[in-house]
Nanobody
Framework: QVQLVESGGGLVQAGGSLRLSCVVS????????MAWFRQAPGKEREFAGF????????SYADSVKGRFTISRDNIGNTMYLQMNSLKPEDTAVYYC???????????????????WGQGTQVTVAS
């Protein structure tokens, strides 16, 4: 397992942007596929987006597609989530997660991820 630390959350007005970061330590980021999940108040944690270990492919939940972009810098051991056109319904705690690359499992399956960050709060005001 690696250690993951998210940052970049905060309060933003609807229509605004934020960029979250997830720093990987205790291992090599390129060994892991990574993802962002989020948990809104009173709701279960849900999948937001995924990026392959190489950065060569991404996948997004329908609710964020076209507004959110995941990228990664394996040299810097960091993954990013650029969030644009934010909506109040994007308010949640955002978590980054990592799983061993080439794992044949549903990218939305939270049980397949072996490392999790502590989460960063994103609040979108209307």
């Amino acid at each position: 397992q690696v250690q993951l630390v998210e940052s970049g959350g905060g309060l933003v007005q609807a229509g605004g942007s934020l960029r979250l970061s997830c720093v990987v330590s205790g291992g090599t980021a390129s060994t892991y596929d990574m993802a962002w999940f989020r948990q809104a108040p009173g709701k279960e944690r849900e999948f937001a987006g995924f990026i392959f270990w190489s950065g060569g492919g991404t996948s997004y939940a329908d609710s964020v597609k076209g507004r959110f972009t995941i990228s990664r810098d394996n040299i810097g051991n960091t993954m990013y989530l650029q969030m644009n056109s934010l909506k109040p319904e994007d308010t949640a705690v955002y978590y980054c997660a990592a799983r061993t690359r080439w794992l044949h499992a549903d990218i939305k399956d939270q049980n397949a991820y072996e490392s999790w960050g502590q989460g960063t709060q994103v609040t979108v005001a209307s």
